[in-house]
């Protein structure tokens, strides 16, 4: 199945650290890439679930933030996500649902479990075919095999360095969305917050259809000094709701061709209201009332972004005891030294080309932290600071809180 390669492919070799629990009558195994592959019963590839077995994330302590940006970079990379649910915890284990439409148009249901082990965080992919229907008794097999996994606290062993971009038809490494040169910079007018209920997809669990319904989404209005409007998640929970795991520094909304789709539009204003053409979804009409616009069901206050700071201290993504944790030093200077600040996008398996540990030059524009790293490297990443003015006490990066120890 090209789906299920699309998921190893990323992998190095690797060992199993531990036994494996029994599989299903009639279920086979193998070791692809240093992923183990599950394979249920099935006339044909086509009708078969494929669970995919990672190796373990060593010194990574299982986290929700962790989950999402995990579940959010392979999905991408299999397909078009179509559809996802909010992270759900059952009996310790995160699990995630995502719909992703392949090259061919076909849509396939994702299940990401993940789980704590020994030497970090270990994690299993079970890929079904939209030829299986949602009572398939081996949907529950599949489900309950999983469960047994996290259980006896089964992992695979990492691999020893991180591997180079995989060669293939499908290319799952991330690759750092390129910024616009400050010439081709558009200022950002306002920017707005919405806290509240939204509608997106429900799952639940293995063996059950997706569902549409409310769930609670954190977004933020973007209107751009060219009448370019964006409205993106502050979270990656919400994979239709666009979020930006670089922020919006790499947003290039000076290309039509970039802005031509979700999640942008156009805006104009008069002296009563803010009026959105979405390039996808219905228009808004957002009445000014003081410094805040309403519509109906939804109150959009101010916000303000990270952008024009200079940091001066220690900050440090604080790991259990007998993990290392991730530091980022950062100078009023412009000049940063970070170890572990690869994490924030996916690490070493997921994003091979940031450096694990480095040095160089940073700048906080757009709520982005851009890392301009000595060796020719650069990355946007989603920035949030606590508190925005002042002396700051945590960094955000796409998520992951770096505390202030000095």
């Known amino acids: 199945m090209r789906m299920q390669a699309a998921v190893y492919a ?13 599989l299903p009558a009639g279920w086979t195994s193998q070791t692809n890439n240093g992923a183990m592959v599950v394979s249920s019963t099935g006339a044909d590839a086509n ?44 009996n310790g284990i995160l699990i995630r649902a995502v719909k992703v439409r392949n090259a061919t148009g076909s849509i396939y249901t994702t299940v990401y479990y993940a789980y704590p082990v020994a030497h970090g965080s270990a994690m299993t992919v079970v890929i079904i075919p939209p030829t299986v229907r949602n009572d398939d008794p081996r949907l529950v097999a599949a489900d309950a ?25 499908i290319d799952l490494t991330y690759h750092a969305k390129a910024i616009p040169p400050k010439d081709r ?101 957002l009445t000014k009332s003081g410094n805040e616009l309403h519509a109906k069901n939804e109150r959009w206050t101010p916000y303000t972004i990270a952008d024009g700071q200079h940091l001066e201290g220690t900050f440090v993504r604080k790991m259990e005891a007998g993990l290392k944790s991730q530091v980022g030093v950062f100078h009023e200077d412009g000049t940063f030294q970070g170890d572990g ?32 790293f000595a060796n020719g490297y650069t990355i946007a990443i989603a920035c949030i600071l606590d508190p925005p003015t002042g002396s700051t006490r945590t960094v955000l990066l796409n998520g992951f809180p770096f505390e202030r120890v000095r």
């Not at 990323?10 to 029994?22: D, G, I, R, T």
């Not at 373990?56 to 996500?81: I, K």
């Not at 795991?245 to 290039?252: P, Q, R, W």
């Open 341 to 372: 600040l690869n994490v924030t996008m996916g690490g070493e398996i997921v994003n091979p080309q940031f450096p694990a540990q480095g040095s160089g030059r940073y700048e906080i524009r757009k709520g982005s932290m851009i890392l301009y």
């Open 47 to 90: 009708s078969r679930l494929a669970l995919t077995v990672l190796p373990v994330a060593q010194g990574q302590v299982l986290s929700t933030p962790w989950f999402e940006s995990q579940t959010m970079y392979l999905a991408q990379r299999m397909g078009t996500p179509a559809g996802a649910t909010a992270v759900q915890q059952q």
């Open 145 to 169: 095999w999983v469960q047994q996994l996290a259980v006896s606290r089964f992992e695979l062993a990492a691999p020893a360095a991180a591997m180079a971009a995989p060669k293939g038809d």
């Open 185 to 285: 910079d558009v200022p950002i007018k306002a920017t707005y917050l919405f806290v509240g209920m939204a509608f997106g997809a429900e799952y639940g669990g293995v063996g059950t259809s997706m569902n549409w319904g409310q769930h609670q989404v954190s977004q933020v209005l973007l209107l751009f000094a060219n009448g370019v409007a964006a409205k993106v998640d502050l979270r990656g929970g919400n994979l239709a709701g666009k979020y930006q795991a670089e922020g919006f520094a790499s947003m290039d909304v000076a290309d039509p061709s970039a802005v031509s789709g979700a999640p942008y539009g156009h805006w104009t204003e008069d002296a009563n209201a803010i009026h959105v053409t979405w390039n996808v979804g219905a228009p808004s009409e």
């Open 10 to 22: 990323l992998l190095a070799p690797a060992a199993v650290a531990v036994a494996q629990p029994a």
